[in-house]
């Protein structure tokens, strides 16, 4: 009976010691992994993405671009319009040469593989560069300038 009791103190003991090595790994190595994040958005541009987040239009045309959702791994959320809801395949951000670059993949009825390939131009508060339309193969300049809050 004993050596139950002797048994049962050390399973007790030993549990509780993992749990306390456990709380504290918790404490210093999450807190770590936070900065280490932390240092990783900065550096990557995360909080320069975020510019990036509204609506934006192009003025050649009224074709309508939103973004949403902006993620520290390079994802975010796009909608495309023009004037109908225009599937977006792919879209992701980078920083590159000290700038934030935008790629829009379009996969819909007259949009095989139509891209936006942009630059945020802070200053403007716009994004400039290049639509590939798909169907014809050719590149065309091109420009989307913020719509304010509150407007479509």
Do not use: C
Request: charged share 25%; net charge positive.
């Amino acid at each position: 009976m004993l050596k139950k009791v002797r048994n049962r103190k050390n399973s007790i003991l030993i549990a509780f010691a993992a749990l306390a090595f456990a709380a504290f790994s918790w404490t210093f190595i999450g807190s770590a992994l936070s900065e280490q994040e932390q240092d990783l958005q900065n550096k990557s541009g995360f909080a320069q993405a975020q510019h990036l987040k509204g609506k934006w239009v192009r003025p050649d045309g009224g074709y309508r671009l939103v973004i949403e959702d902006v993620k520290p791994d390079g994802s975010l959320k796009a909608s495309y319009y023009n004037p109908r809801k225009i599937n977006v395949s792919i879209s992701n951000w980078k920083v590159e040469n000290e700038r934030l670059h935008l790629f829009i993949e379009l996969r819909d009825t007259n949009y095989p593989g139509s891209t936006y390939s942009l630059v945020y131009a802070k200053e403007q508060d716009a994004l400039d560069g290049t639509y590939f339309q798909a169907v014809t193969k050719e590149s065309y300049s091109i420009g989307f300038l913020r719509i304010p809050k509150g407007q479509n």
